[in-house]
């Protein structure tokens, strides 16, 4: 709820919630009930909320973020002798789901930056695993081109 000032929020607002999530059989966790300025902006759902400039963005959560790279960053060293297509396969779950949830918000800065740092792992990994060879002959052997993108990760068959 927005209000204009935080003792009405919390001597009107909040009890009324409370008094409504009761009848339901519910509550408030004291823990994460918190009242914020919208300028500071909060979390909610892997979401930060905040108003920038008299607008209202909502952008993925730095935590949310983090939590993802980390995910992919675990499933491409636990897949270290794995088939190229099989970690294709694990990624694409864990990155599509990601993506699919946060489409709908202020997010291609954020998509933006994560394919830079997504792109780099499985290079890294391609690097690793072949060290004496060239960058031609890695881009050749485990990237395709896919319209204007000539460094996909990617089998032959997709």
Known sequence: MTNTS??????????????????????????????AHIAEGFDFRGQTMRKYDGKLLISPAKTSITSLLENVRGIIKGNASAAQEALIQQLNRVIRGWVMYHRHIVAKTTFSLFDSHVWRLPWKRTTSRHPTKGTRCVK???????GPRSWDFATKGR
């Open 6 to 35: 935080n003792e009405v929020l919390e001597s009107r607002v909040l009890p009324a919630i409370r008094r409504f999530m009761a009848e339901r059989g519910l509550e408030l966790a004291e823990e994460k009930t918190r009242t």
């Open 140 to 146: 050749k052997r485990y990237f395709r081109i896919n």
